[in-house]
């Protein structure tokens, strides 16, 4: 009885994994993002405009593209959770690639950098809360393995 749901487990524990490890991937990408700093003073007010804002490009959606047919393998609510996190991560990544061009004045400026702080700080907890699902569904001994076998490939 047990062999007939191994292969299944397996496949799940084996994408978990994979999608444990890029979105540990991307949430580092999103908080070593160099302009949060110049973001923060530009929401206090500290900064007028932004022309030189750097674009911000974190490493493609590899496994979430790749998976497309496969996600079923996770429960309802993972999988709509995934779906989220990987939207809100795209939404955020056209948010502050567009941001030079929404800040007109001082105060579009001051609103526009506001409103990318608050999608940074929701795509942060959206992560977090979706890594530590994941974790569930991977045996300990996986984890940091292939986690850090899928960060080398990527840089």
Do not use: W
Request: hydrophobic content about 45%; glycine content about 6%.
């Amino acid at each position: 009885m047990y062999r007939l749901h191994s292969g299944r487990a397996c496949r799940t524990r084996n994408l978990a994994n994979a999608f444990l490890g890029e979105t540990t991937l991307l949430l580092k990408a999103v908080e070593a993002y160099e302009e949060i700093d110049r973001l923060k003073a530009a929401a206090e007010g500290k900064l007028g405009r932004l022309e030189d804002f750097q674009m911000f490009a974190p490493p493609k959606f590899v496994v979430y593209e790749n998976s497309i047919g496969h996600r079923g393998v996770f429960i309802a609510s993972m999988q709509h959770e995934i779906v989220l996190f990987y939207t809100q991560l795209q939404r955020l990544i056209d948010h502050l690639n567009v941001l030079p061009a929404l800040a007109i004045s001082a105060e579009t400026t001051k609103q526009s950098a506001r409103d990318a702080l608050t999608q940074i700080t929701c795509t942060i907890v959206l992560g977090e809360a979706l890594g530590r699902r994941l974790r569930k569904l991977v045996p300990r001994s996986n984890l940091t393995d292939r986690a850090d076998t899928l960060v080398r490939r990527v840089q």
